[in-house]
C-alpha cells in the first residue's frame, strides 16, 4: 500500500470504519464494564469485528482503544494492563486486515478535568497519553487518531504525546463540537478556529471532527474547518442523534442517508470519511459506493 | 447591597480566593448570611447557570464559579445551621449504573446546591437499590437520575418501579436528564419529572420538593 499521507496529499478520499462499542455489547460486552476489557478476554471479537468492516470496504481500521489510557483504565482497576490492552487490540486488528487496509489507533479522553478547573496535572495527562502511545506504536500501528476531544489542552497534550513517542507517524485529531446560537463550539468553549491552529502547532497531520452530529451538522463543522486550515480534514459523524423508541436506541440516519451525505462532505473539504456512534458495517458499505462514485467523478480508482 | 452585587461578579469570573473575605465583610457589615447566599452566591450562580444555558460561557466558567460558590458556602454554612435555617431539602443525585459520564451529572448538583437544596451525590455507575436506600437512608424528597448512554436507561425505570414497589412514590420522588433521555421517556417509565438542562433540573427538582411539601 501507499503511505496514507502521500494518498492523502495526492487529494484521494478515504473510506475509515465506524462504531465498535455497539457491536462489542451485542457481542456479549456486560454493561458497565470496560470496553477495553475485551481486550484481555476475547481478543477474537476484535478481529470479527475489524473483518465485518474490511469486508464492507473500509480503508482505514481503527482498535479498540479508545479509552485505554492509564489514566482513563484506572476508573475500571485496569491500568496496570495498559500494555497489553493496547498491544492485544493492535495484534487483533493486524491479524484480521494484514496490510489490506491501515490500522488506525484509537485514543480517546482521559476522563479527568486539568486544572485550575479540574484536579489533574497536565504533566500526569500526558504521562498518561504517552503510555498509551508508546505501546500503539511498539505494536505497530500505521496511524493513530485523537478523537472526541471536548478540552483543547488535553487534545494537544495527547497529539504531544504521539509526537513524543514517533515523530512522523500519521496522525489525525478530532474534536466533538456543539452547534450553538453564535456558532460551533466544544463543551469547553473550544472554536473550530482554534482547535485548527493548536492543534497543527502540536503536530497533527489531519484535524476535524467526530461524534456529537449526524452528517448534515458535520457538512458544517467542515465547511468551517476549512475557513481555518489547509490541513487535510477527518469527519466521522454519528447516524443521526439517538432516539428512543419502544425502550430501543434508534440511529435515525441509515445507510442510504449517510451515503448521501458523502458527497456533500468532500465538497466541504473530507479527506477521511467515516462513521461514529450508531454506524454499523451496513454504513461503511453504502458509504464505500459513494466513495469510490466521488473517486470516479474525480478521476481516482476506486478501492 | 454592593458587597452583594460583588460576591456574584467574583463567581462571574470564578474568582474563588475573593469570595471568603467578601462574605466575611458582609456579616461583619451585618447582613444575615440568609441575605448573602441567597442574593450574593445564589444569584451569582443563577446568572452563571443562564450564561450557559445559552452557550455565552462554558464548562470551565462554570466549574471556576461553583469553586467561588463553595468557598463562600463554607462560611455561611455553619452559620446558616446555627440560625436554624433548614435546607429546601435532600436531593441524591447519580449516573445510572454503567454510566461513568458525570459532567451533566455534575453540573446539576452544582446548580442544586446552589439554589439551596442539600445534594448526596452518589457519583457513577449507582445501581437502583443504592439510589432507593441512599434516599430512604437521607430522608431526600427527590432522586435525581443522569445517563449519557441509552444503554444504562432501563435502571431509571428500575429505580421508579421500587420506588412504587416499596409504596414511597409519593413521598421520594424521581427526576431524570442527559443526552439520550427525553420528556417522552420519562413519561413512559413514570418519571416524575424530565430536566432538559441544568436550569430545568433545578426548576424541576424545585416543583417536586413543592408538591411533596
Do not use: W
Request: hydrophobic fraction near 45%.
Amino acid at each position: 500500500m501507499d503511505p496514507f499521507l502521500s494518498r492523502i496529499g495526492r487529494g484521494q478520499v478515504l473510506l475509515a470504519d465506524g462504531a465498535i462499542g455497539s457491536l462489542l455489547m451485542a457481542r456479549g460486552l456486560p454493561r458497565g464494564a470496560a470496553p477495553e476489557s475485551i481486550n484481555l478476554s476475547h481478543p477474537e471479537v476484535l478481529e470479527e469485528i475489524a473483518r465485518l468492516y474490511l469486508d464492507a470496504g473500509a480503508e482505514i481500521i481503527q482498535t479498540n482503544t479508545f479509552g485505554a489510557s492509564p489514566l482513563k483504565l484506572a476508573a475500571y482497576g485496569l491500568d496496570a494492563e495498559t500494555a497489553a490492552i493496547n498491544e492485544n487490540a493492535v495484534r487483533a486488528v493486524r491479524r484480521a486486515i494484514g496490510d489490506r487496509a491501515y490500522l488506525s489507533a484509537s485514543c480517546g479522553p482521559c476522563g479527568r478535568m486539568l486544572k485550575p478547573y479540574g484536579d489533574t496535572d497536565g504533566e500526569a495527562v500526558f504521562a498518561s497519553f504517552r503510555s498509551q502511545m508508546k505501546a500503539l506504536v511498539n505494536a505497530g500501528v500505521d496511524m493513530i487518531c485523537i478523537e472526541t476531544m471536548s478540552d483543547l489542552g488535553e487534545a494537544r497534550l495527547a497529539v504531544e504525546a504521539v509526537r513524543s513517542v514517533a515523530a512522523a507517524i500519521p496522525l489525525m485529531a478530532t474534536m466533538t463540537f456543539e452547534a450553538t446560537a453564535r456558532g460551533f463550539f466544544t463543551i469547553m468553549g473550544v472554536t473550530i478556529e482554534k482547535a485548527c491552529r493548536e492543534l497543527a502547532a502540536a503536530g497533527a497531520d489531519l484535524v476535524g471532527s467526530n461524534c456529537g452530529n449526524g452528517s448534515r451538522q458535520m457538512v458544517a463543522i467542515a465547511g468551517e474547518f476549512r475557513n481555518f486550515t489547509a490541513l487535510p480534514l477527518l469527519i466521522q459523524a454519528n447516524a443521526g442523534v439517538p432516539e428512543l423508541r419502544a425502550g430501543l436506541v434508534h440511529y435515525p440516519e441509515t445507510p442510504e442517508f449517510m451515503a448521501g451525505m458523502v458527497g456533500e462532505l468532500i465538497a466541504a473539504g473530507a479527506a477521511v470519511i467515516g462513521g461514529c456512534c450508531g454506524t454499523t458495517p451496513d454504513h461503511t458499505r453504502a458509504m464505500r459506493r459513494a466513495v469510490d462514485d466521488e473517486r470516479r467523478r474525480r478521476g481516482d480508482s476506486p478501492i | 447591597m454592593k458587597i452583594l452585587k460583588q460576591i456574584a461578579q467574583c463567581l462571574e469570573t470564578g474568582d474563588d480566593a475573593a469570595v471568603p473575605p467578601l462574605v466575611s465583610q458582609a456579616l461583619a457589615e451585618g447582613l444575615v448570611p440568609k441575605t448573602i447566599l441567597d442574593e450574593g452566591l445564589i444569584a451569582g450562580m443563577n446568572t452563571v447557570g443562564e450564561r450557559f444555558r445559552i452557550h455565552e460561557i462554558f464548562l470551565p466558567d462554570v466549574l471556576m464559579a461553583a469553586r467561588a460558590m463553595y468557598a463562600g458556602m463554607d462560611i455561611l454554612k455553619p452559620l446558616l445551621i446555627r440560625s436554624g435555617i433548614s435546607s429546601r431539602g435532600r436531593v441524591v443525585i447519580g449516573s445510572v449504573q454503567g454510566d461513568l459520564h458525570d459532567i451533566g451529572k455534575n453540573l446539576v448538583g452544582i446548580m442544586l446546591k446552589g439554589a439551596g437544596f442539600e445534594v448526596i451525590d452518589l457519583g457513577n455507575d449507582v445501581g437502583a437499590e443504592k439510589f432507593v436506600a441512599a434516599a430512604k437512608d437521607h430522608g431526600a424528597l427527590a432522586i435525581g437520575m443522569s445517563a449519557l448512554l441509552t444503554t444504562t436507561m432501563p435502571v431509571m425505570k428500575e429505580v421508579v418501579d421500587r420506588l412504587k414497589a416499596e409504596k414511597l412514590s409519593d413521598r421520594i420522588k424521581t427526576i431524570i436528564g442527559g443526552a439520550p433521555v427525553s420528556k417522552g421517556y420519562a413519561d413512559e417509565i413514570g418519571a416524575d419529572a424530565y430536566g432538559y438542562d441544568c436550569a430545568q433540573a433545578v426548576a424541576g427538582v424545585k416543583k417536586l420538593a413543592e408538591a411533596v411539601g
